[in-house]
């Protein structure tokens, strides 16, 4: 059975930072995080392609990184210099096999609960 298990989630001041992780089950799989504000769709912030690279989104590159720990099963999301439109609940999300399409909310079939990032200026 699949299991995702976020924490790591907080309230920041603007230019703060915030490490969020992602418990997983021992699967093979591919996982991304996503993020969705109030009144939004879920988006894809940072995921990997075949092989191993990471991919992130256009408003979050340079200032998040994502990584995975495959021996404590754990996936990690760094977040830096954070501004209130970071503001969202962030999910980890897994699948198993691999996608072409990381950031699609689609590729994924596991979602985890969720963790509140809040970000004030």
């Known amino acids: 059975q699949v299991q995702l298990v976020e924490s790591g989630g907080g309230s920041v001041q603007a230019g703060g930072s915030l490490r969020l992780s992602c418990k997983y089950s021992?699967?093979?799989?591919?996982m991304a995080w996503f993020r969705q504000a109030p009144g939004k769709e879920r988006e894809g912030v940072a995921g990997f392609r075949v092989g191993g690279i990471t991919v992130y989104a256009s408003s979050v590159k340079d200032r998040f990184t994502i990584s995975r720990d495959n021996a404590n099963h754990e996936l990690n999301l760094q977040l830096n210099s954070l501004k209130p439109e970071d503001t969202a609940i962030y999910y980890c999300?897994?699948?198993?096999?691999?996608?072409?399409?990381?950031?699609?909310?689609?590729?994924?079939?596991?979602w985890g609960q969720g963790t509140q990032v809040t970000v004030s200026s």
């Open positions: 999300a897994l699948d198993f096999g691999f996608t072409t399409d990381p950031l699609n909310a689609r590729s994924y079939t596991y």
């Open positions: 021992p699967y093979k799989y591919t």
